[in-house]
């Protein structure tokens, strides 16, 4: 056994605290430690060329490394050694800096006795690492995208056009999501609908993309390169071959029900397509509200007047089972519920509503065709006031978060409802403005100084109505006037929040989410688009708040962090997983009980007593330990961190071992061992 | 004129003592002056009020008539956003000054006069007079 | 709870018109006609017909809302009501949600 071990100074981080030489002499003196020595910056390549050289010249066979948290530079020293000719698992980490100079920052003495003992504990632990290789899981090199919005979409087309296979599955009957409710964007006033209908076109015809709309993912099972994922598909009771999107069917239906594409401002029939340049352009009959039921047949109007006979009242729902090697989410958002605003009269005034529904009204694809009129009569509103922040930034209604896209809306809204009404009044109430993309703050700088705009600094107190205006208190701080405005509609820019069903998603899939349900990046700055949960990618809304520029990106970036896992000859998982010792295993079935990822599975053995014995599969194998801790018999560890290692750590620091173990039988024939453990 | 801004002289302390306020959560939203009911009778509203706090410039408010004129009615707090009870805030500049200045700002010989219901003599009588 | 709303596009949405014919004396006041219609135009009259139950009618003023559904004929035990549809898609509705 030659161990060398190697102490980084970090400039002042460590060096500043602890005592490197007198470390640097002490740990020479240890048991198997053939070199000692000390570096300015270990991770750096002098560093690091300093470390493969020791390694040839004096043939060690393990390193120690006294530095920072393993999570900093873990990979950087591994690699390493492993240019040097050593299994890249045969190195020991000892956090002085984190661990220690960092948190004992005024007691040098004690730090420095600390550091030793963190580095004796890491030598003995390395004494006992064997050398491990990666190991190797099937890859499936398709990928599955949950969610057909702009991300989904530009991330199905950058994959498909990389020569991979996509499932794009979409809850509603049609791709395109929020991006195609909307009238015009930010800042180019482009047609919303005009720059996403050819992506949306280009998805659907695309030879590598297989579309699934009106589907939800059903059930997930597996790990990262084989998932396995159950799709079900509802029935639309439309044949998707025959239907031509003619809309004879849905003249003749009896029922008129408020359509959601349209926020629920115009109605739709229960055999409908949301909105007429959907993908795919097939009518979906609405079985909550046609009037037959699933047994029941007797309104057959849309049956009769279909020319291709595409209606199918006997359609059942279609579970379709794919497996994938890697998941992006991209479920997007929904606005947060008006009702919860009851100072600014949502949920109780007609006239008081969402920047989506103000978007359906501008929209010329709309209820009103792009007439702005107010919900309640009809009629075209003449003053709208626009209330920014209403619910976001707001610690007492649950939001604290900014919802970034709020501002520029609202500066469109009003610049739009200017355009369709002429000789309107828009005031906007505001905060701050946040218009921080490219050419967003000249977008609002026009808006502000429009003729018939005015933008008032204050946060609205009260919406209420008096004869038929809805009257709005509020303040112009930087006047340091309250006012009021008598107003024809209010329009409320709400937080945005994940969209429903993002929850029981992310339970599905394991995948963290924060407090407020968006789902958890691995690191908010250098790694937005992963998840902790390897093989799972994110993109779009669903992540945070943001607007389209921002979504295609992170939809890009998704995608090409699938292609580059898609890429790899081979897929190579880290080897820290749990391994059982066939001697030492009884079949008790504890391990498998506790294990959190269901990785360990009970088999029987082919012996005459036909005994059981936990096998466990490697892919699924996170390496938590929960089963080492269980395991009655010490049959099953998890390499790299062994009870012998894990022992001879404690003992390290301890600087002693057990002299004598104490059994205790306690009732119900349980064992109660206790290590009495003597300073030497 | 410029207003003068240095280390404050420990006015604020005693004012964030007696009310036990974060004035600092404040983010001049301006939600309370929007729904005060007295706002047009004021001549700083209650928002610009926190705000001199916050910069430093206490003696300003000392002088003002805002104070004097608040209800105590609690709508700034109820809907403040971040939870700022500003209405505690306006009580603890108000026993600031009169503790230190210790001068009434209520006339009872002038009140009785009035025909008030007894809870808002009890009621002016504690809030106005030291 | 949106109170007060209007579909704004009702104008602009087309539904059948149906009409119902009744054999009164067929009727036995089952009650399956009223339930099953789905714009409830149906009640009972206050007349008797021979057998002495009291017949469908349609509700006084509701008259054009039928839409040709054929619930009331399908589910008729007797044969007592049924529907001819009058003009499948050609007529304009304006009526409240």
Redesign the interface.
């Known amino acids: 056994m030659r161990i060398g071990v190697f102490i980084c100074h970090c400039g002042r981080n460590i060096a500043g605290v602890v005592d490197i030489k007198a470390l640097v002499d002490r740990v020479s003196t240890l048991e198997n430690v053939v070199y000692a020595t000390n570096e300015m910056y270990l991770c750096s390549d002098p560093g690091q060329r300093k470390i493969q050289e020791v390694i040839k010249e004096f043939k060690l066979d393990r390193v120690v490394v006294a530095a920072c948290s393993p999570k900093m530079h873990g990979a950087t020293f591994a690699r390493a050694i492993e240019e040097a000719g050593l299994n890249p698992y045969l190195i020991e980490i000892a956090n002085i800096r984190e661990q220690c100079s960092w948190v004992h920052q005024d007691l040098r003495k004690i730090a420095t006795e600390k550091a030793f003992k963190l580095i004796k504990a890491a030598v003995a632990k390395v004494a006992l690492a064997k050398p491990l290789e990666p190991v190797y899981v099937p890859l499936t090199r398709k990928v599955l995208i949950i969610g057909g919005g702009v991300a989904g979409i530009q991330a199905a087309l950058d994959i498909a056009n990389g020569g991979f296979e996509v499932y794009l599955v979409e809850k509603s009957p049609t791709i395109g999501g929020h991006m195609a409710q909307l009238d015009e964007t930010f800042p180019t006033l482009d047609c919303s609908a005009c720059i996403l209908t050819p992506r949306m076109v280009e998805a659907a015809r695309h030879p590598n993309i297989h579309l699934y709309t009106y589907a939800e993912v059903k059930q997930v099972e597996g790990v990262v390169g084989s998932y396995k994922v159950t799709i079900e598909q509802k029935p639309r009771y439309v044949d998707p071959e025959k239907c031509t999107g003619c809309g004879d069917c849905a003249e003749v239906c009896p029922v008129i029900v408020p359509n959601e594409f349209d926020q629920g401002l115009g109605g739709r029939k229960a055999i409908y397509i949301p909105f007429p340049q959907a993908v795919p352009a097939v009518y979906t009959i609405d079985l909550e509200h046609c009037l037959n039921t699933e047994k029941l047949i007797v309104c057959e109007q849309c049956y009769k007047a279909c020319g291709p006979k595409a209606i199918n009242y006997l359609m059942g729902p279609k579970e379709i089972e794919i497996e994938v090697g890697a998941i992006v989410l991209a479920t997007g958002y929904d606005l947060w519920p008006i009702e919860n605003l009851r ?1 600014y009269g949502g949920g109780e005034y007609p006239d008081v509503i969402n920047g989506l529904e103000f978007e359906r009204l501008l929209c010329s694809s709309g209820p009103t065709g792009g007439v702005v009129r107010r919900p309640s009569d009809g009629k075209i509103p003449k003053r709208v006031v626009f209330i920014q ?1 209403a619910g976001s ?5 649950g939001c604290a978060y900014c919802s970034k896209i709020c501002c520029m809306y609202t500066a469109k809204h009003a610049l739009l409802y200017k355009h369709a009404v002429p000789d309107g009044e828009a005031y906007v109430f505001f ?1 701050d403005v946040r218009a921080a993309g490219k050419r967003y703050e000249e977008f609002v700088q026009r808006v502000m100084g429009t003729d018939g705009i005015k933008y008032l ?6 919406v209420f109505q008096r004869n038929d205006k809805l009257v709005v ?5 930087l006047s ?4 009021e405005i008598e107003a024809d509609m209010v329009v409320l820019a709400l937080p945005i929040v994940p969209s429903q069903g993002t929850k029981e998603l992310a339970q599905m899939l394991k995948a963290p989410t924060d407090e407020y349900g968006f789902l958890s990046e691995i690191h908010p700055k250098l790694r937005p688009v992963e998840s902790s949960m390897m093989g799972i990618y994110l993109a779009g809304a669903v992540q945070a708040p943001k607007d389209i520029p921002d979504s295609v990106s992170q939809a890009s970036a998704a995608a090409s962090k699938v292609l580059s896992l898609f890429s790899n000859k081979q897929l190579a998982l880290d080897p820290i997983k749990a391994e059982v010792d066939l001697e030492k295993c009884v079949g008790c079935g504890e391990c498998a009980k506790v294990c959190p990822f269901g990785a360990i599975t009970m088999k029987k053995r082919l012996d005459k007593k036909k005994r059981k014995y936990a096998e466990v599969n490697k892919a699924l194998c996170q390496g938590c330990g929960c089963c080492m801790a269980a395991c009655r018999k010490e049959a099953i560890q998890v390499e790299g961190f062994t009870l012998p290692q894990l022992r001879a750590q404690i003992y390290a620091i301890l600087d002693a071992k057990p002299t004598k173990v104490e059994i205790k039988k306690k009732e119900g024939g349980n064992e109660d061992k206790t290590a009495i453990v003597k300073p030497r | 004129m410029r207003l003068v801004l240095k280390k404050n002289d420990g006015l604020l302390k005693k004012i964030k003592a007696i009310s036990g306020e974060d004035i600092y959560a404040c ?10 009911p007295m ?2 009778e004021m001549d ?2 209650p ?2 009020v926190i705000r001199l706090l916050q910069i430093g410039a206490e003696r300003q408010v000392l002088h003002c008539r805002t104070v004097w004129l608040c209800a105590s009615c609690f ?1 700034c707090t109820a ?5 700022v009870n500003l209405a505690r805030l306006m009580e603890g500049v108000r026993l600031f000054l009169l503790r230190t200045q210790k001068e009434d700002h209520f006339s009872p010989q002038q009140m009785v006069k009035e025909p008030l219901p007894p809870i808002a003599l009890i009621g002016a009588l504690r809030k106005f007079t030291t | 709870m949106r109170t007060k709303r209007r579909l704004l596009n009702l104008d602009k949405l087309t539904k059948p018109k149906g009409k119902v014919v009744f054999i009164p004396e067929r009727c036995k006041e089952c009650g399956l006609c009223i339930e099953y219609c789905p714009t409830q135009i149906l009640e009972y009259s206050t007349e008797f017909n021979e057998k002495g139950y009291h017949y469908p009618i349609i509700k006084p003023g509701k008259e054009d809302e039928c839409v040709g559904c054929g619930f009331c004929q399908e589910v008729c035990p007797d044969f007592a009501i049924y529907v001819e549809l009058i003009e499948p898609k050609l007529q304009s509705n304006d009526a409240k949600e």
Request: charged content about 20%; glycine content about 16%.
């Open positions: 100072e922040c930034r707001d610690p007492k209604h905060i600094r204050g946060k609205v107190s009260k208190w509020g303040v112009d701080t340091g006037v309250a006012v | 983010y001049q939203c301006g939600m309370c002056s929007a729904g005060c706002g047009q700083l509203l928002n610009q709508t809907r403040c956003p971040k939870g």
